[in-house]
């Protein structure tokens, strides 16, 4: 009786020994880009998380609103906060709110949090992104560096109307 031919242990051909071998110090490259880029990349958004039920964290955006309101935009409100002060956006299905209007060099702490699934915050044309988790308020510093309008946009799939679920921050 004979053995089935062992095709295994032939040798392996040239292109094959190339390709793995591009293939592994691509792995090594992209595993080392991790951490170098987390440190020398500039893409860390300077952060801080803190636990909150969503009843103190609706409680706090509504005291913020009612205290700087200073317009009404398709009855979500508009909302001004004076230069170095803490300010509060809210994510939920499926909007932001309230509107932000934010001055061009200050500096603001800007809290995000849900208030029922996890959504995505994410700034455009600007391309700053943070996660929004219900029972954390994320505090993010941030100086606007331009004037304008900015959308934000959920960018983490949040059922039916999350495509609809946009936002705004009006830099003067
Ligand atoms: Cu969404």
Redesign the pocket.
Same mark, same amino acid.
């Given at each position: 009786m004979l053995a089935p031919e062992k095709l295994w242990w032939k040798p392996m051909g040239r292109m094959e020994k190339t390709w793995l071998t591009v293939a592994f110090v691509w792995c090594v490259f992209l595993t080392l880009m991790m951490p170098l880029w987390y440190f020398f990349g500039k893409q860390n958004v300077p952060t801080e998380t803190y636990r909150v039920t969503r009843e103190q964290y609706a409680a706090q955006v509504n005291a913020f609103v009612d205290q700087y309101k200073v317009g009404d935009e398709n009855g979500i409100p508009v909302v001004a906060p004076p230069p170095g002060s803490d300010v509060y956006l809210r994510a939920s299905t499926?909007q932001w709110y309230p509107i932000l209007q934010l001055e061009k060099g200050q500096t603001y702490r800007l809290h995000v949090s849900s208030m029922d699934l996890q #959504?995505?915050f994410s700034l455009q044309p600007v391309n700053i992104n943070l996660q929004v988790i219900p029972g954390y308020d994320y505090v993010a510093t941030i100086v606007p560096t331009s004037t304008g309008e900015f959308t934000i946009v %959920?960018?983490?799939? %949040?059922n039916l109307g #999350?495509h609809t679920?946009v936002g705004k921050i009006i830099v003067k």
């Open positions: 499926w #959504h995505g %959920c960018n983490e799939y %949040c #999350h679920m």
